[in-house]
């Protein structure tokens, strides 16, 4: 089993910038991809960001490539997702999650999530 606790989010203007962070617990945090996915009102969940287990690759889903920057600490069992130049669109929950197996950015390959942070985004 996972554990999974995201903080970091909040309310900001369009243009600021906020760090999300997740920690993690339970299995080997080293083992295991992690992905951000978020999911506003009335749409699906969709893949946002990844990092292999390594942390040697990360993925961007192609709406944020450049804006949002991804990393993890495995000495300290976390991962990080920096939110730049950000827009009223990305205003969603956001949320951690982990898989014990190499990337894929379907949310439903992905077994241990997070409770979610709120990012609001105000124009």
């Known amino acids: 089993q996972v554990q999974l606790v995201e903080s970091g989010g909040g309310l900001v203007q369009a243009g600021g910038s906020l760090r999300l962070s997740c920690a993690a617990s339970?299995?080997?945090?080293?083992?295991?991809?992690m992905g951000w996915f978020r999911q506003a009102p009335g749409k699906e969940r969709e893949f946002v960001a990844a990092?292999?287990?390594?942390?040697?690759?990360?993925y961007y889903a192609d709406s944020v490539k450049g804006r949002f920057t991804m990393s993890r600490d495995n000495a300290k069992n976390a991962v990080y997702l920096q939110l730049n130049s950000l827009k009223p669109e990305d205003t969603a929950a956001y949320y951690c999650?982990?898989?014990?197996?190499?990337?894929?950015?379907?949310?439903?390959?992905?077994?241990?999530w997070g409770q979610g942070t709120q990012v609001t985004v105000s124009s």
């Open positions: 990092i292999k287990s390594s942390g040697g690759s990360t």
């Open positions: 999650a982990a898989r014990p197996s190499v990337f894929v950015g379907d949310a439903s390959y992905y077994p241990y």
């Open positions: 339970g299995r080997t945090f080293s083992s295991l991809t």
